[in-house]
């Protein structure tokens, strides 16, 4: 359902410094994870995936790290620019699934 | 590559009309879409899969009568939103998923809708 005044958590860091999002996922089904970017009034924009026989996935300054033990996700971004600006989401899936299921959101914030 | 597109990206309208949302995948094959809603500071809630030619699936508590979905072909979906009103205003966000079976989901910039 909808959560009324619902608050996203918010991480603020400092520019030039490095960032970590973390997500907890419930469905130990779950074998495909990504990350997305979402700035205001946009769409989602995908920034990197990974599939559950992986623990860790590069891209260009950022890091996907998957704790399949404890159902945790962290999206690591290196050197913080404003441009990160943004809310990050989770998403999950099965292996020829059909729906992804997002978690709530992360709200970056960069301060110059 | 991979880019999905939404029209309109906004929309006005008075309460007890229509609304027609165009998605479109410009370079790619989607047999699968994905209708999305999105209220502020809220996460993306599924509305319906949208396969090409066949009938939309929808979610729990999502109006099919309300919310008409047609994907007549691999690169074009549409969302109606059937007598709208002011608790139909929102965000709404399509997404495709390529024909290649890979299960990354592209989203489009997505369409702000406002019933008066």
């Known amino acids: 359902g909808e959560s009324v005044g619902l608050h996203l958590p918010t991480l603020s860091v400092q520019e030039g410094d490095n960032s970590i999002i973390n997500c907890a996922y419930s469905n130990s089904a779950s074998d495909y994870f990504i990350w997305y970017k979402q700035e205001s009034g946009k769409g989602p924009q995908f920034i990197i995936d990974?599939?559950?026989?992986?623990d860790k996935r590069q891209g260009q300054r950022v890091t996907v790290l998957l704790n399949k033990t404890v159902k945790h996700l962290s999206l690591q971004i290196a050197a913080t620019q404003p441009g990160d600006s943004a809310v990050y989401f989770c998403?999950?899936?099965?292996?020829?699934?059909?729906?992804?299921?997002f978690g709530t959101g992360t709200q970056l914030k960069v301060e110059l | 590559g991979a880019v999905v597109s939404q029209h309109p990206s906004w929309v006005i309208c008075k309460s007890g009309t229509s609304v027609k949302i165009e998605c479109r995948s410009l370079?790619?094959?989607?047999?699968?879409m994905f209708w999305y809603r999105q209220f502020p500071k809220q996460s993306l809630m599924l509305m319906a899969t949208s396969n090409e030619g066949s009938k939309a699936t929808y979610e729990q508590g999502v109006e099919k009568d309300k919310f008409l979905i047609n994907h007549a072909s691999l690169t074009l979906s549409t969302l109606t939103v059937t007598s709208a009103h002011p608790e139909d205003s929102s965000f709404y966000i399509c997404?495709?998923?390529?024909?290649?079976?890979?299960?990354?989901?592209?989203f489009g910039p997505g369409t702000r809708l406002l019933v008066l």
């Open positions: 997404s495709a998923r390529a024909s290649w079976g890979v299960e990354t989901q592209y």
């Open positions: 370079d790619f094959q989607a047999t699968t």
């Open positions: 998403a999950e899936n099965t292996l020829g699934g059909n729906k992804l299921t």
């Open positions: 990974i599939r559950s026989n992986m």
